[in-house]
């Protein structure tokens, strides 16, 4: 401890340090209808991830819940509303009815307002998509030097993710990798044919893949340099629904993209329509298909399930049913009941109601001491409802509406 | 959440740890708090989560204000001894601006230069923040910047909201009432703008 007048002494000597202090930007004068309609433009894009190694990471930090339950942890915008894409079913359209006036920020102004946030610990870093503009190249130049100042001059150390738009040049994607936490392009559709229902404008294969191939290409040839860049890696978004493809198709493609584009992960966002939209009287994709697709990636990266088995999730049609799909597959597979004493950790994950966590405690667990009731299993974070059909303790097991009809 | 390696200095900081509870906490290992179902480890576990789970919602929650040029100051009144690890946690992530959090009995300064922490534990608030000003010769009037981001947040946090996926229920569980008053957060509780509906879905 030292005394108050000695620490305030101390900081004033900061402005003499090399970086100097992190000191208070200038007032800011922000428009709060372009504040406002530069936000709505991104609230269905999502970014669950706050990783930044330029400081401490803070696992999964969320400033703030909105309404709807979903974290608001970064400084998610548009840079411009201005878009001269087609896209159905977007509100930033040129062909929407109901376009709000079109709004744009200046890279200092932006920096600005995210540093703010950012001292006051409102939020851990920015998200910055945007619409098209007239030139994707230009709107992409100015958010590469909001991203650039935010690092360069105001010695910001938080997270950034940078939208690569479609088409963009393979320039301005190599700087926004280099300054950027993570980067990513949506690929909005499972297909070309599905894009093509959507967005006439854009080429899938051109504008999309082939740009997450040039940031995959970076990310391999410099993965052997000293300093490792995009951190984060790159993402990708989908539109559920939209353009009516399968849940198997949405599939297939997030595999291609995990195996072949090497993206972190993929991001759902179940299809609602906007007003003024050409989609406007489509019908909305319920909540819980995005929910369940988010379950079978879960199963995928983190369960480490085969895609052989987890196409046994998908009904004759190729769509999930509102229903866990781990049960899904677990009925299909586990005819025996398993021992939780002798099984193996993958064949723990396989049990609905065990996760990854508590199939870790089971396994510390039994080297100490065998297994002999349910109760244990209950206070290692298992969910004995689920899993109890699938386990056999101590040789008893309990009693399923199979074994009567057996 | 898993049980960090440094789990004592986790329990240490709980408001009702005892210096036995300590020591005998002090032969357990990470593991044994993991898996053992002993009901003296199971509350020590219990504790290092409410201390663990405070300690991140009170870095996630409280909001800083500037106070002229070298000072961010905010309220906080944690239910365990967080004070000091929290001050400190800001004072890195802004380093070359003095810290400011407390209550009305007491607070804690820290300032960050050259990744050297400095510390000081005040009474109140208020009183911290007229003993920074007289220290650093700032007036009342001067030391304001003028700069509302609050309100710029606030406009930006209602455009975040989809109306059809309102989650009341989810909201709560994730900003319970306790935590967002321990960090003197008034942003999300909007009764001006609640409808019937809102009271009535619980």
Known sequence: ?406 | MKIPENFLYYLSRHEDCSERLLARAGHLRTEDLEVSQHLEVARIKKMVYAVMGEAHRMKAFVRLSYLGTCVLYGFFKPRHRIGEHICDHFARRNAGIIVVLGNGSESWISLCREGRVWRDHGRGLNESLERLKSALHCSEDGCEDGCDVEGLWQVYYDSQYCPERKNLQAFRRQMPRRDQEAAGLRLVQKKKNASLEDFLCD
């Open chain 1, 1 to 406: 401890m030292v005394t108050l007048e000695k620490i305030a002494h101390l900081a004033e000597e900061c402005r003499f340090d090399s970086l100097g202090p992190a000191r208070s930007p200038a007032v800011l004068d922000v428009d709060a209808e372009k504040l406002r309609t530069l936000g709505e433009g991104t609230r269905h894009d999502v970014c669950a991830s706050t990783f930044s190694p330029r400081e401490t990471p803070l696992p999964g930090i969320c400033h703030a819940f909105t309404q709807d339950g979903r974290c608001v942890s970064l400084f998610k915008t548009l840079y411009t509303n201005h878009c001269t894409h087609q896209c159905s079913y977007c509100t930033n359209a040129v062909n929407c009815s109901r376009k709000a006036k079109a709004f744009s920020y200046t890279p200092k102004e932006l920096a600005r307002i995210t540093i703010s946030l950012y001292r006051s610990n409102y939020i851990e870093g920015l998200f910055l998509s945007s619409g098209a503009g007239r030139d994707e190249d230009n709107v992409m130049e100015k958010m590469v030097e909001t991203a650039r100042l935010l690092r360069q001059k105001f010695a910001f150390s938080g997270y950034i993710h940078l939208k690569v738009l479609p088409g963009a040049s393979q320039t301005h994607i190599q700087e926004a990798v280099e300054l950027a936490d993570r980067v990513s392009i949506n690929l909005e559709a499972a297909s070309a044919s599905h894009m093509n229902e959507i967005c006439a404008t854009k080429n899938y294969e051109s504008d999309i893949l082939q740009r997450q191939r040039y940031i995959r290409d970076m990310l391999s040839e410099t993965s052997h340099a000293a300093q490792t860049i995009l951190p984060a890696g790159q993402t990708t978004q989908l539109v559920v629904g939209a353009a009516g493809e399968s849940d198997e198709e949405i599939f297939k493609r997030v595999l291609y993209e995990y195996k072949e584009i090497g993206v972190r992960r993929a991001y759902y966002s179940a299809f609602s329509p906007q007003r003024g939209t050409f989609f406007e009287n489509k019908k909305a994709q319920p909540l819980w298909r995005e929910h369940r697709l988010y379950q079978m990636d879960w199963l995928y990266r983190i369960y480490h399930f085969q895609p052989g088995e987890m196409r046994h999730a998908f009904n004759e049609s190729g769509f999930l049913a509102n229903a866990d799909p781990k049960m899904a597959i677990a009925r299909e597979f586990m005819d025996k009941p398993l021992d939780p004493n002798t099984a193996t950790f993958p064949q723990l994950l396989r049990v609905p109601g065990i996760g990854p966590r508590s199939a870790e405690r089971i396994v510390a667990y039994r080297k100490r001491q065998p297994i002999a009731a349910k109760a244990e299993l209950a206070a290692m974070g298992v969910r004995i409802k689920r899993a109890a059909p699938f386990l056999k303790i101590n040789g008893w097991r309990d009693t399923t509406l199979e074994m009567w009809q057996a």
